[in-house]
């Protein structure tokens, strides 16, 4: 029943922005973490950015001072704003959520495809 869905994405010049947004339903109860991860051609997926419920976050080192997470607990939404974008940013972006701390069970976006190109 929990579905994760993106929206936003596509293809930007760098140096420029893009804000994407994911909704997460199908839990009476909020997710503990949501988050953004991002796998590009030939690379692992890693960790971009991640907020809890008490709007704790995490950040990869790549993207600190460019990239900002942010969430709405009532409505189970979380953002990512994307500024001073790079082509080594180029990937495409998977929403994530966890309802537990401890869960073993993570949902997944269908991700949506961002490109950092001139």
């Known amino acids: 029943q929990v579905r994760i869905v993106e929206s936003g994405g596509g293809l930007v010049q760098p140096g420029g922005s893009l804000r994407l947004s994911c909704a997460a339903s199908?839990?009476?109860?909020?997710?503990?973490?949501l988050g953004w991860y991002r796998q590009a051609p030939g690379k692992e997926r890693e960790l971009v950015a991640t907020?809890?419920?008490?709007?704790?976050?995490n950040y990869a080192d790549s993207v600190k001072g460019r990239f900002t997470i942010s969430r709405d607990n009532p409505k189970n939404t979380v953002d990512l704003q994307m500024n001073s974008l790079k082509p080594e940013d180029t990937a495409v972006y998977y929403c994530?959520?966890?309802?537990?701390?401890?869960?073993?069970?993570?949902?997944w976006g269908q991700g949506t495809q961002v490109t950092v190109s001139s």
């Open positions: 994530h959520a966890r309802l537990q701390p401890s869960s073993s069970t993570d949902y």
């Open positions: 199908g839990s009476i109860f909020s997710f503990y973490r």
């Open positions: 907020i809890t419920t008490t709007k704790s976050t």
